[in-house]
């Protein structure tokens, strides 16, 4: 069961920069995509229902051209829901939590804590719908669901996930409050797929979009895929595409053993 997670930072946009032939020689089971960008009326036929991966849910903001996530599987949905029972938390399209046999996935895009003029002033918000979604898969955490939580995290966890931590201190992404909320994950027993395999330095998921920065490597690795210890037994592999372009993130992949479905 291979599971991928790509900020694709617009859906229509990554279409013309090899969308499908990154799905075709990956080859998932299911696609969570966030930062959408779209509705589904202004998507492609080919981006509505791909080929491979006939089963679709969307989600999308109010807001036009802002947020949204996607799932693509070429297993049946059972379920999907989109909502936290906030309301400024559901107009932003940023959640999707949706059932393939005894796996719930979670695609989600957490806000950023940047506001406007890039003054934390979206952090409590931010902190808010980590604990909202915190608080709705704890049930099913302790009772030992199957889970993995997928997408883009806005938070690095540790000093190692970025490359400049000591610059960023004082950085939404890197704060110390909202480290300490992603990290409450962590101690409650969600596996970070990704440093379950690997423990490398200079591994990231995210650059910056100025000149120069993805080649010198100057990243955050902030895309994670968080896995509930009902499911991390069947763990196999996780990984970062870092080779993969078409948006300022790569592509992060996990893939468990075939039973967690069952």
């Known amino acids: ?19 499908h032939r990154f799905v075709a020689k990956a080859k998932p089971d299911v696609i969570g995509v966030q930062e959408t960008r779209a509705r589904p009326e202004q998507l492609s ?6 080929k491979t991966h006939p089963h679709a849910h969307f989600v999308h903001a109010e807001r036009p ?8 599987s070429n297993r049946p949905i059972e379920s999907a829901e989109s909502s936290l029972g906030v309301r400024t938390f559901d107009v932003e399209g940023r959640l999707q939590i949706v059932k393939i046999g005894a796996l719930t996935i979670v695609n989600g895009y957490f806000p950023n804590g940047s506001g406007k003029d890039r003054d934390n002033s979206r952090v409590p918000y931010k902190l808010r719908f980590y604990r909202a979604l915190f608080r709705r ?11 993995v939580v997928m997408g883009d995290f806005n938070t690095a966890p540790h000093e190692i996930d970025l490359a400049r931590p000591r610059e960023n201190a004082k ?12 990290l409450r994950w962590l101690e409650r027993g969600w596996v970070d797929s990704f440093r379950h395999y690997d423990e490398r330095e200079g591994v990231y998921s995210w650059w910056s979009q100025r000149y120069g920065v993805r080649e010198k490597n100057v990243g955050w690795r902030i895309d994670l895929a968080l896995v509930s210890p009902g499911a991390a037994k ?20 996990v893939e468990l053993d075939d039973d967690v479905l069952r």
């Open 171 to 182: 950085t939404s992404g890197f704060l110390p409050h909202e480290r300490k909320e992603l």
């Open 234 to 253: 069947f763990l196999k592999s996780a990984k970062i595409h870092t080779e993969i372009r078409g948006s300022d993130h790569a592509p992060i992949e």
């Open 137 to 147: 898969l704890d049930a099913e955490l302790e009772a030992g669901g199957r889970i």
């Open 45 to 50: 036929p080919k981006l509505r229902a791909m």
């Open 1 to 19: 069961m291979k599971i991928v997670s790509w900020n694709v930072n617009g859906l229509r946009s990554i279409e013309g920069k090899g969308f």
């Open 65 to 72: 051209g802002y947020s949204g996530v996607a799932v693509y």
